[in-house]
Structures are given as C-alpha cells and as structure tokens.
C-alpha cells in the first residue's frame, strides 16, 4: 500500500472579481436608471389615472427670457419655473370675462392645494401693460403679471403652441409648466376646472410636494 498518497484539494473557484462588481453595480444602479428614465418620460407612461387636459408630446423644456415685469419693474428670472408647479394663462391687456374667469380659477386650484400651496405658482402673461394694474394686484396678488408684447416675450409664447413655433391661441387656454421647467399639459378654458385640479393634486401627490 501507497502511504505518500497526498490529500486531494477542494476544487478551487475561478477568481472573477468583475463579476461582483457588475452584480453591485446592477443592484445599486439599475433602479437608478429605471426612476430617472420614467421622470424624464413621464408624459409618455399611463400610472391608472386619468388625465384631464392635453399633453404635450414630448414635454417641451421652456428656455425664459428675462421679459419685464410690469408691476415690479423687474424681469422674469431664467430659473423662474424650477421647484415649483406653474400654471399659466395669456391675454391682451384688456382682461375680459373670460380672462377674470381663468384667473380666479388659477388661484382658487392654487388655494386649493393647501399645505403644498407653495409648490405652486401663477404667472400671467398680458401683451402690454395690464389695463387696471390696481385692480389686478387687489385681487390677484399672488400671482406674477409678465409683459409678452416684445420681441422676447413673442418668441417665448411661441413655446406654448402646439408645434413650439407658430403663435398660441390667445386667452383659451391654462398651460401647466412642471417643477422641472418642462410644458406638460395645457387646458381649455372652456372644461371642467376640477380636472386641472385632480391633475396637479395627482402630480404633487407622486412627487411628494416640492
């Protein structure tokens, strides 16, 4: 008998340590991926829900000239729409009933959102100088009152048509600019106001507030 007979190893595994990182890395990084594709796609996934107003196919990043401020004596800033949801009407400076109506309803979705009223803002944008500028601040005070009768502010309510060139409708429509800076959705004036707000209390409801 063969007494010098050694001991037979344990099969040794292959030393793959690029195999490891790519499983952490699909760990921690996969989910990343998924969430910021869906956040840059949003207006392209159904969640269950049912939108009231009209998307905007693709959302459409808004770029803000510093268009002036009539009543401040300021210019809109170019961050002007980041962190915070705005809703956005457009008139001639003769507000008629129509234009009041579209107003009151912005601020009353506005104080309707309640603990998250300062994740939302207005902005109203008039070609020239508001008529009544009293009148205006009296009962719309939260609200931001642009000029769009120049140069600039033409070429940025272009932003607003269907195509992003051509001239918006005037006065028939809300538009709702996310937290991001991106036209999503634009409602006629002429719907049912409850489903802008179902829309925005949905969209606040998924971001957590701002």
């Known amino acids: 008998m063969n007494n010098n007979t050694e001991p037979m190893s344990p099969p040794t595994r292959p030393n793959r340590p690029w195999l490891i990182v790519g499983i952490l890395a699909a760990v921690f990084l996969v989910p990343l991926v998924i969430a910021w594709v869906l956040y840059l796609n ?35 800033a170019p961050d002007f729409f980041k962190n915070r949801y705005t809703l956005v009407y457009m008139s001639t400076a003769a507000c008629n009933a129509d234009c009041e109506e579209a107003l009151y309803l912005t601020r009353q979705i506005r104080y309707a959102m ?7 803002q ?24 642009a000029d769009i009768s120049g140069p600039e ?32 959705m634009r409602y006629s004036i002429s719907g049912n106001p409850e489903g802008l707000l179902k829309d925005l209390r949905h969209l606040l409801g998924q971001s957590g507030g701002i």
Do not use: C, W
């Open 42 to 76: 949003i207006n392209h996934f159904n969640f269950g829900t049912n939108q009231h107003g009209e998307f905007i196919t693709p959302a459409r990043a808004l770029v803000t000239p510093p268009i002036p401020l009539p009543l401040t004596g300021k210019s809109l």
């Open 114 to 120: 309640g603990q998250k009223i300062e994740s939302v």
């Open 122 to 145: 207005r902005l109203y944008l008039v070609v020239g100088a508001p008529e009544d500028p009293a009148k205006l601040e009296r009962q719309q005070a939260d609200v931001t009152v």
């Open 153 to 184: 502010g033409k070429r940025f309510i272009q932003q607003f048509s269907v195509d992003g060139k051509s001239m918006p409708d005037i006065g028939k429509f809300i538009y709702l600019v996310d937290a991001r800076g991106f036209y999503i």
